[in-house]
């Protein structure tokens, strides 16, 4: 009997020890727990790549205009006239005349030049430039144009060429001006001259508003 409760006792050691390769520790209930397994750690995308922004449409820009000298009468377009260059030229915009206060619209660039004559009498000449056509300025001119008396000045009827120029005079007790205006494109020319009588000044504005037309074509 005794021997028997011996190999029972040793069966059960034998037992209990081949159970688990787990090392004997139930202090903390850590013998049937499952090994933790360490946390995969998760993939990590790459930042969406932005498309670079479009550049701003550069906004269109009015042409500059041009050195209306280059349409301007010359020394040698009024050579045979024998007149002299007085002073500098005058970048300004002219917005009316002053024979008779009509008006020349809203020019983007103005030029002005001024020759003498050995007599004393004057050419002066005005060339301007605008953001449209210029012959509504000229037609504007000549529907503006008031007939009779402008302060001291006697404003004669004026005249419309086939070429569309317009002309006129205007006379007083002390100075006569006879002035053309022509244009050409989006550029006018105006040309008047004072003398000491109406018939010098018209003389003298027939020969020279042609050289100043052939001016203002010429660089175009």
């Given at each position: ?45 790459p ?29 040698a377009d ?15 915009t ?9 008006s020349?619209?809203s ?64 006379t ?42 052939t001016a ?5």
């Amino acid at each position: 009997m005794r021997r028997a409760r011996v190999l029972a006792t040793a069966g059960a050691a034998l037992l209990l020890a081949s159970c688990s390769n787990r090392p004997n520790d139930l202090r903390d209930n850590r013998y049937y727990k499952d090994v933790d397994t360490p946390a995969t750690s998760a993939s990590v995308e790459p930042p969406a790549v932005r498309p670079a922004p479009m550049p701003a449409a550069k906004l269109s820009e009015p042409p500059k205009p041009r050195d209306l000298a280059e349409f301007a009468l010359t020394a040698a377009d009024l050579a045979t006239e024998g007149v002299q260059r007085t002073g500098t030229a005058d970048t300004s915009t002219l917005a009316r005349l002053p024979d008779c206060d009509v008006s020349l619209g809203s020019a983007r660039a103005g030029y002005q030049t001024t020759w003498t004559y050995p007599t004393g009498a004057t050419v002066r000449q005005y060339v301007a430039e605008f953001d449209g056509p210029a012959d509504r300025v000229v037609a504007a001119v000549y529907d503006g144009l008031k007939c009779g008396k402008y302060k001291e000045m006697t404003v004669r009827k004026p005249v419309m060429a086939a070429d569309g120029q317009v002309s006129w005079c205007a006379t007083s007790t002390k100075q006569d001006i006879c002035t053309a205006v022509k244009a050409d494109g989006q550029r006018l020319s105006v040309v008047s001259v004072t003398a000491a009588t109406e018939i010098k000044a018209q003389q003298a504005v027939t020969r020279i508003a042609p050289l100043a037309a052939t001016a203002l074509e010429r660089n175009s």
